[in-house]
């Protein structure tokens, strides 16, 4: 089947098509998510996986710091754990006789904040603000944190019992919500005629360095996008503004993180130019942590409704 | 389904605002409702806003099928039929009412709204009044408003949201409701023309007289008919209006007869000419009311043996008709080859009381004209007393009045008088009608209203032909100078408006129906027949060249329209690249591959190349070349002329050689 490769395809991306080949191998039958998790990463944005336990959510996550050579934390979210435990603390030291700030976990460059909905507020929006700000501050000290910064954070589907909910406004950090889901029969049964996934993560030689990381995000980020994307976009937001599914539409705030994940995701096609495709590839993503549909279990019919958007607004 | 809670739909607010519109459109209909839809109503009402504001369950879509079913049968069982108006409109305010129990979505209180115009417009089956119509405004004002409100996404603030945004919307309505309300082809007679519904709830005079059947209709203050005078109304004393007339006596009852077939009798002029129009209040029958004597009328109309006017068919609407009348005039001068004996006619052996007394009479008086006197004085020299509430008579009625009750309303004194003369041989018949009326002064018509309802006598005088004789006035001269209200006592309990005493809310009650005939006469009396008129002075008698006019009008305004529309949104884009495009798509459908509209340029290039692998160097290269002029900013006007030529020469057969087409 003959490939369209438009010419607008440089060279920018050529690092990445092995990473992708060989994070495929490792997480099997899960290549649009892996795509997703990526370009989130290249959008220089922040990740939330929302799904089942065992899944391979955490997986994903330790695959993209060995990939990306990326210095990992994993923070594991509980009822109990305080600010201090994510950020750092100042503590006293009897040699020197002086107080030191020792960093927490989000001083790293890929934070792996697991099951983030277990923690309590005030704890989810110390780590939620030091998303935002990428520095943290501390004591009157404000430190930035590492570049590059890259939060996953993962959650179980919230009907569970002792959560915390993420609030509405807090999800809109996350630059995407992606679900694993399980893999199909083919994958899994090879899954789980092959090797530890673990001792395979082990073995994995990092594939990029942190310039090239940067180099791409400040890449995806120069990404042409023209003004007939911009309109499908204009237009996908205003159906769901006035679409009678949903409660609240996007706000504008939404559609500039849908554009900067399309970037990101024509980048990652080998493309310097968005395309539609691009946008309905990140749209569901994106658009269905921001978006609540009228009536219903929060979280229920998002997703599909997200496709229904696609499926009623014509391309430009 | 869900019927759990429902989720706050709307606010507290605006769910009262609905509610409350609602009970206004309902609650004329409650007049006429069966009173237990009216509770159903009131209960539903109650369900559904506790519903909303407390969280109460709404009833699960067995119980509301069952609930319908139940109602239903119970419009049906009250109404006899799901037909007509009463059981119609019975059955419209059930649905609304169940419809409330399942309003659950925006859809669902829209369509609520909808049944709340719908139900307006009904109102109008049974009432066009002023202050009706006036009520049902506000009503669609407030209906709009609550549709303007649901329909908006914004939390709406305040009790009345949207009131100015409804006004304004139905004051651009007006002039479509104009060109509607004059073009609109009209129906004679009552739409909703069910016999049983036709008769109901109307007065007026009836076709025959006993003693007791005009002082009945005189306890109503409804009017009869609106009179307005080219110019000075005649006195009191000249305000008859001729009605039926009665000349067959069985003893008890005055009846018309049977109709002659003889020429209409003969009327002399002799001066005190009178033009007017009158506005004639549905009656029922065929009756055409017109001061005595009327000599020309501007609607067909015959007239009877007895010189009463009729109409073909009874008047079911409100009509105005122009009458020119004479005061002064001799009427049938001549019987001619008329039998003179009907109007001597008593049944034997009845009133022998009457008898013994007009043959003493007789062989006193020195004439005729000597008898008519003594028997008027007679009812002034007698105890007689002109009362509303006349006592019951069961046997010999005229004898009974005459010698022992000598209390009674007009048609006691007409009856027994014209007994008397045709007892004495003169020939004498009963006019009924209206006598009197009361000018308005605030828009200077006389108003006649049923409480004026009247019965006299007329004597059939040798060369001066028929003479109006009113035994009434002899005995009670105020009622025909003052109108009933000052003629009988005030324990008679005559109707309100019928006294003529000034008071604030007579005056009130004048201009009110001052107002009421404005409305009458601009807005309600435009029937069939204005409305022919009125077309054929625009040359548009003829229905079908209305229906054509209409039409084009029709067509002309929505070409109008559409074309603004079509203006505003080009079709063409003006994007040369996308122009091509489109031109490609066209291409692909026309070979039945057409874009799906959600469909991406680069994933649609890939369906076509999977579906028609031959075409794929085609496509390709086209899809290429627009994906990068449209998407990468860097296209150069040679790409773009490339594009369009290579659309222009692409010419993709239905079929690729040697392959059956994908779709079959």
Same mark, same amino acid.
């Given at each position: 089947?003959?490939?369209?490769?438009?010419?607008?395809?440089?060279?920018?991306?050529?690092?990445?098509?092995?990473?992708?080949?060989?994070?495929?191998?490792?997480i099997?039958?899960?290549?649009?998510?892996?795509?997703?998790?990526?370009?989130?990463?290249?959008?220089?944005?922040?990740?939330?996986?929302?799904?089942?336990p065992?899944?391979?959510?955490?997986?994903?996550?330790?695959?993209?710091a060995?990939?990306?050579?990326?210095?990992?934390?994993?923070?594991?979210?509980?009822?109990?754990?305080?600010?201090?435990?994510?950020?750092?603390?100042?503590?006293?030291?009897?040699?020197?006789?002086?107080?030191?700030?020792?960093?927490?976990?989000?001083?790293a460059?890929?934070?792996?904040?697991?099951?983030?909905?277990?923690?309590?507020?005030?704890?989810?929006?110390?780590?939620?603000?030091? =998303?935002?700000?990428?520095?943290?501050?501390?004591?009157?000290?404000?430190?930035?944190?590492?570049?590059p910064?890259?939060?996953?954070?993962?959650?179980?589907?919230?009907?569970?019992?002792?959560?915390?909910?993420?609030p509405?406004?807090?999800?809109?950090?996350?630059? =995407?919500?992606?679900?694993?889901?399980?893999?199909d029969?083919?994958?899994?049964?090879?899954?789980?005629?092959g090797?530890?996934?673990?001792?395979?993560?082990?073995?994995?030689?990092?594939? =990029?360095?942190?310039?090239?990381?940067?180099?791409?995000?400040?890449?995806?980020?120069?990404v042409?996008?023209?003004?007939?994307?911009?309109?499908?976009?204009?237009?996908?937001?205003?159906?769901?503004?006035?679409?009678?599914?949903?409660?609240?539409?996007?706000?504008?705030?939404?559609?500039?993180?849908?554009?900067?994940?399309?970037?990101?995701?024509?980048?990652?096609?080998?493309?310097?130019?968005?395309?539609?495709?691009d946008?309905?590839?990140?749209?569901?993503s994106?658009?269905?942590?921001?978006?609540h549909?009228?009536?219903?279990?929060?979280?229920?019919?998002?997703?599909?409704?997200?496709?229904?958007?696609?499926?009623?607004?014509?391309?430009? | 389904?869900?019927?759990?809670p429902?989720?706050?739909?709307l606010?507290?607010?605006?769910?009262?605002?609905?509610?409350?519109?609602?009970?206004?459109?309902?609650?004329?209909?409650?007049?006429?409702?069966?009173?237990?839809?009216?509770?159903?109503?009131?209960?539903?009402?109650?369900?559904?806003?506790?519903?909303?504001?407390?969280?109460?369950?709404?009833?699960?879509?067995?119980?509301?099928?069952? *609930?319908?079913?139940?109602?239903?049968?119970?419009?049906?069982?009250?109404?006899?039929?799901?037909?007509?108006?009463?059981?119609?409109?019975?059955?419209?305010?059930?649905?609304?009412?169940?419809?409330? *129990?399942?309003?659950?979505?925006?859809?669902?209180?829209?369509?609520?709204?909808?049944?709340?115009?719908?139900?307006?417009?009904?109102?109008?089956?049974?009432?066009?009044?002023?202050?009706?119509?006036?009520?049902?405004?506000?009503?669609?004002?407030?209906?709009?408003? *609550?549709?303007?409100?649901?329909?908006?996404?914004?939390?709406p603030?305040?009790?009345?949201?949207?009131?100015?945004?409804?006004?304004?919307?139905?004051?651009?309505?007006?002039?479509?409701?104009?060109?509607?309300f004059?073009?609109?082809?009209?129906?004679?007679?009552?739409?909703?023309?069910?016999?049983?519904?036709e008769?109901?709830?109307?007065?007026?005079?009836?076709?025959?007289?006993?003693?007791?059947?005009?002082?009945?209709?005189?306890?109503?203050?409804?009017?009869?008919?609106?009179?307005?005078?080219?110019?000075?109304?005649?006195?009191?004393?000249?305000?008859?209006?001729?009605?039926?007339?009665?000349?067959?006596?069985d003893?008890?009852?005055w009846?018309?007869?049977?109709?002659?077939?003889?020429?209409?009798?003969?009327?002399?002029?002799?001066?005190?000419?009178?033009?007017?129009?009158?506005?004639?209040?549905?009656?029922?029958?065929?009756?055409?009311?017109?001061?005595?004597?009327?000599?020309?009328?501007?609607?067909?109309?015959?007239?009877?043996?007895?010189?009463?006017l009729?109409?073909?068919?009874?008047?079911?609407?409100?009509?105005?008709?122009?009458?020119?009348?004479?005061?002064?005039?001799?009427?049938?001068?001549?019987?001619?080859?008329?039998?003179?004996?009907?109007?001597?006619?008593?049944?034997?052996?009845?009133?022998?009381r009457t008898?013994?007394?007009?043959?003493?009479?007789?062989?006193?008086?020195?004439?005729?004209?000597?008898?008519?006197?003594?028997?008027?004085?007679?009812?002034?020299?007698?105890?007689?007393?002109?009362?509303?509430?006349?006592?019951?008579?069961?046997?010999?009625?005229?004898?009974?009045?005459?010698?022992?009750?000598?209390?009674?309303?007009?048609?006691?004194?007409?009856?027994?008088?014209?007994?008397m003369?045709? *007892?004495?041989g003169?020939?004498?018949?009963?006019?009924?009608?209206?006598?009197?009326?009361?000018?308005?002064?605030v828009?200077?018509? &006389?108003?006649?209203?049923?409480?004026?309802?009247?019965?006299?006598?007329?004597?059939?005088?040798?060369?001066?032909?028929?003479?109006?004789?009113?035994?009434?006035?002899?005995?009670?001269?105020?009622?025909?100078?003052?109108?009933?209200?000052?003629?009988?006592?005030?324990?008679?309990?005559?109707?309100?408006?019928?006294?003529?005493?000034?008071?604030?809310?007579?005056?009130?009650?004048?201009?009110?129906?001052?107002?009421?005939?404005?409305?009458?006469?601009?807005?309600?009396?435009?029937?069939?027949?204005?409305?022919?008129?009125?077309?054929?002075?625009?040359?548009?008698?003829?229905?079908?060249? &209305?229906?054509?006019?209409?039409?084009?009008?029709?067509?002309?305004?929505?070409?109008?329209?559409?074309?603004?529309?079509l203006?505003?949104?080009?079709?063409?884009?003006?994007?040369p690249?996308?122009?091509?495009?489109?031109?490609?798509?066209?291409? &692909?459908?026309?070979?039945?591959?057409?874009?799906?509209?959600?469909?991406?340029?680069?994933?649609?290039?890939?369906r076509?190349?999977?579906?028609?692998?031959?075409?794929?160097?085609?496509?390709?290269?086209?899809?290429?070349?627009?994906?990068?002029?449209?998407?990468s900013?860097?296209?150069?006007?040679?790409?773009?002329?490339?594009?369009?030529?290579?659309?222009?020469?692409?010419?993709?057969?239905?079929?690729?050689?040697?392959?059956?087409?994908?779709?079959t």
């Open positions: 089947m003959p490939l369209i490769k438009p010419r607008l395809a440089g060279t920018a991306s050529a690092p990445l098509q092995p990473l992708i080949r060989q994070a495929e191998d490792i099997l039958g899960k290549q649009h998510a892996i795509r997703e998790a990526i370009a989130c990463l290249l959008a220089r944005g922040h990740l939330l996986i929302e799904d089942l065992g899944v391979g959510k955490t997986t994903l996550a330790q695959l993209l060995r990939l990306f050579g990326l210095q990992f934390q994993r923070v594991q979210f509980t009822s109990d754990l305080l600010p201090a435990d994510i950020i750092g603390a100042t503590i006293y030291d009897r040699d020197t006789g002086g107080f030191h700030f020792h960093p927490g976990p989000v001083f460059q890929l934070v792996l904040a697991d099951e983030v909905n277990r923690a309590t507020p005030k704890t989810q929006s110390a780590l939620l603000e030091a =998303m935002e700000e990428r520095q943290v501050t501390v004591e009157g000290e404000t430190r930035a944190l590492p570049e910064f890259f939060v996953v954070a993962t959650q179980n589907p919230g009907s569970q019992i002792g959560t915390f909910p993420l509405e406004s807090q999800l809109d950090r996350f630059l =995407m919500r992606i679900q694993l889901g399980y893999p029969r083919a994958a899994e049964h090879e899954l789980l005629r090797v530890d996934r673990r001792e395979l993560l082990q073995k994995l030689r990092p594939a =990029m360095d942190h310039e090239t990381l940067l180099d791409l995000q400040r890449q995806a980020a120069g042409h996008v023209a003004d007939a994307v911009v309109e499908y976009v204009q237009a996908l937001m205003e159906y769901t503004r006035s679409s009678e599914h949903f409660h609240t539409g996007l706000s504008p705030r939404a559609g500039l993180a849908l554009l900067r994940a399309a970037r990101a995701w024509a980048l990652l096609e080998g493309r310097d130019a968005v395309l539609p495709e946008v309905q590839a990140v749209f569901v994106v658009a269905c942590h921001r978006l549909a009228e009536g219903g279990v929060p979280g229920q019919h998002e997703p599909r409704l997200a496709r229904l958007v696609l499926d009623n607004v014509p391309v430009p | 389904m869900s019927t759990g429902i989720r706050q739909l606010p507290h607010r605006v769910l009262f605002a609905l509610m409350l519109s609602l009970a206004a459109v309902t609650l004329p209909h409650a007049l006429h409702l069966p009173p237990w839809l009216t509770a159903i109503l009131v209960v539903t009402a109650a369900w559904r806003y506790l519903a909303g504001s407390r969280g109460w369950r709404l009833p699960n879509r067995w119980l509301l099928l069952f *609930l319908t079913l139940l109602g239903a049968a119970g419009v049906v069982l009250h109404h006899g039929t799901f037909i007509g108006r009463d059981a119609g409109v019975a059955m419209l305010c059930l649905m609304l009412g169940l419809k409330l *129990l399942e309003m659950r979505t925006r859809r669902d209180t829209v369509v609520v709204i909808y049944l709340g115009y719908f139900l307006v417009v009904t109102q109008f089956l049974y009432s066009q009044n002023l202050l009706m119509a006036g009520w049902l405004l506000l009503t669609v004002w407030a209906l709009t408003a *609550l549709l303007i409100t649901v329909n908006r996404s914004t939390t603030t305040g009790w009345f949201p949207h009131a100015g945004q409804a006004a304004a919307l139905m004051t651009q309505a007006l002039p479509l409701m104009l060109v509607l004059v073009l609109f082809p009209r129906i004679p007679g009552p739409l909703w023309g069910m016999p049983e519904d008769a109901r709830g109307v007065t007026g005079l009836s076709d025959s007289m006993t003693m007791g059947n005009i002082s009945e209709l005189s306890q109503s203050d409804a009017v009869a008919f609106r009179v307005e005078f080219a110019s000075e109304p005649p006195p009191p004393a000249q305000r008859y209006w001729r009605g039926p007339v009665l000349r067959q006596y003893g008890r009852t009846r018309q007869g049977e109709p002659d077939h003889t020429a209409p009798p003969s009327a002399e002029r002799l001066g005190g000419d009178m033009d007017y129009s009158i506005t004639l209040e549905p009656h029922n029958r065929t009756w055409i009311f017109a001061l005595d004597l009327p000599v020309q009328i501007s609607i067909p109309v015959s007239v009877n043996t007895g010189y009463a009729e109409r073909s068919n009874a008047v079911r609407e409100r009509i105005r008709y122009n009458v020119r009348s004479v005061l002064d005039y001799r009427l049938e001068p001549e019987l001619g080859d008329r039998d003179p004996a009907i109007y001597l006619q008593v049944p034997e052996g009845s009133h022998p008898r013994a007394l007009i043959s003493g009479w007789q062989s006193e008086a020195a004439d005729q004209d000597a008898l008519i006197t003594r028997a008027l004085a007679h009812f002034r020299e007698q105890p007689f007393e002109y009362t509303l509430r006349p006592p019951l008579l069961r046997g010999d009625t005229v004898d009974e009045f005459l010698f022992e009750s000598r209390r009674g309303f007009c048609e006691h004194f007409a009856g027994s008088f014209a007994v003369m045709r *007892l004495a003169i020939p004498a018949r009963v006019v009924t009608g209206y006598q009197g009326g009361e000018i308005n002064p828009g200077d018509y &006389m108003i006649v209203r049923q409480s004026d309802a009247h019965a006299w006598v007329e004597l059939w005088r040798e060369g001066n032909g028929w003479q109006r004789v009113d035994p009434t006035a002899w005995v009670s001269p105020e009622r025909i100078d003052l109108g009933l209200g000052s003629a009988v006592p005030a324990r008679d309990n005559p109707p309100t408006l019928s006294r003529r005493t000034p008071s604030l809310s007579r005056t009130l009650a004048l201009q009110w129906d001052a107002l009421n005939a404005y409305w009458d006469r601009w807005v309600l009396a435009y029937g069939p027949g204005m409305q022919q008129q009125l077309m054929e002075r625009l040359g548009l008698g003829d229905w079908r060249r &209305m229906i054509t006019v209409l039409a084009l009008l029709m067509l002309l305004t929505l070409g109008a329209l559409a074309l603004i529309i203006r505003r949104r080009p079709q063409r884009p003006e994007d690249v996308q122009r091509a495009w489109i031109r490609f798509c066209r291409r &692909m459908a026309a070979i039945g591959l057409p874009r799906r509209p959600e469909e991406g340029p680069r994933d649609y290039a890939r076509l190349i999977r579906e028609r692998p031959d075409l794929a160097a085609d496509v390709e290269a086209l899809s290429r070349l627009y994906l990068h002029l449209r998407y900013g860097r296209g150069s006007p040679n790409q773009v002329r490339a594009l369009a030529a290579h659309v222009a020469r692409f010419r993709p057969g239905r079929k690729a050689a040697g392959q059956a087409s994908p779709e």
